[in-house]
């Protein structure tokens, strides 16, 4: 077939053409990429720019207060961590201000296992969703409950208690600080398993609860470790179990639940949440923050007296762990009949 010259004259003029005009656009997204890089540099380096506030879902004295104060004392953002407690509904006051605070990641929340993974299946009605509301920072730490009881209650263990509860039903009642926290699902997993009954009391704080349960109005509470511990050792009130599948390293002679109830297993964990949004780069500084400061030595022994495990993680492993926590505590609320009044 003869060659036409003419066409052949246009696709060298278009291939003369095109590799300018390929380079220039190779050069123009190398450009962007670069402006984009640079933009992200901006954000992380420039912030904070002011306090952060960083919301507790619970009264001062806890564990989740514990970590929140810790993390304010030892961080080196620039600016100050201000801990701000907003307790009240199972910690849903508290992590829906943080939902609804502006995404520049000057708020944040010291989220627990009530706040985001247990609440959505216990309340009818959530001010907020779990997960499309929030940017996960990190895990910070997770600890047993210990199942305590009133000194002038007739039982020493957990067999001795299931079987006062079952000759007394519904004779004794369980504090907790709230519907939804782990506290009160731990009761309720309790009874479950063990087909017992004793009537929940929510408080707004477990210091709240404490006085009453020292003072026998109520009768039996599974609180945060780091809270009942040091009351156990003092004799304030007994230590019967803890709630973990196997002994805390801060209690090895106190038994688990599950060495009378098998399968029973209820741990709480506290993570670091930020407003849903918040550009990545702030996301990775704060990750990058938490996971400096609850790496420091006396940050760790602090938390081992306290009877809770360092769990740091990076954002999308705190993502993964929730979705399937919110899964198995889904089960559990279903199984065990609690709802929110």
Do not use: C
């Not at 220039?24 to 420039?46: D, E, I, K, P, W």
């Amino acid at each position: 077939m003869p060659i036409n010259p003419f066409r052949s004259r246009i696709t060298s003029s278009r291939a003369q053409l095109a590799s300018p005009l390929k380079r220039q656009v190779g050069l123009s997204l190398l450009l962007l990429g670069l402006g984009a890089f640079s933009a992200t540099n901006a954000v992380a380096q420039a912030f904070p720019t002011k306090p952060l506030r960083l919301v507790v879902t619970f009264p001062s004295g806890g564990a989740p207060d514990i970590l929140a104060r810790l993390f304010s004392e030892k961080a080196q953002l620039g600016f100050p961590v201000v801990v701000d407690n907003r307790p009240g509904a199972g910690g849903n006051i508290g992590a829906d201000n943080v939902a609804k605070s502006p995404a520049d990641g000057h708020t944040i929340v010291m989220g627990t296992v009530g706040t985001h993974s247990i609440n959505g299946a216990l309340y009818e009605k959530m001010p907020y969703d779990m997960v499309k509301d929030f940017s996960p920072i990190s895990l910070i730490a997770s600890a047993p409950n210990l199942l305590v009881v009133n000194n002038a209650l007739p039982v020493k263990n957990v067999p001795e208690l299931i079987a006062y509860m079952k000759a007394n039903p519904n004779k004794l009642s369980f504090g907790s600080p709230g519907i939804g926290t782990s506290v009160h699902v731990s009761g309720e997993l309790f009874k479950s398993l063990t087909g017992t009954t004793m009537e929940h009391v929510p408080y707004k704080g477990r210091q709240f609860a404490i006085p009453d349960l020292i003072g026998g109005s109520i009768q039996v509470m599974f609180d945060n470790m780091p809270s009942a511990l040091p009351m156990a050792k003092e004799g304030k009130i007994r230590a019967l179990a803890q709630t973990t599948a196997t002994r805390s390293p801060a209690a090895p002679d106190v038994p688990t639940v599950a060495e009378t109830v098998p399968g029973f297993e209820a741990t709480t964990w506290f993570a670091m949440f930020a407003p849903a949004n918040v550009p990545r780069p702030v996301i990775d500084k704060l990750n990058a923050e938490v996971l400096r400061v609850f790496k420091l030595p006396e940050v760790q022994e602090r938390l081992k007296t306290l009877g809770l495990d360092p769990v740091l993680s990076s954002p999308a492993e705190l993502a993964r762990y929730q979705a399937s926590e919110i899964t198995k505590w889904a089960k559990v609320v279903k199984d065990s009949g609690a709802k929110a009044q």
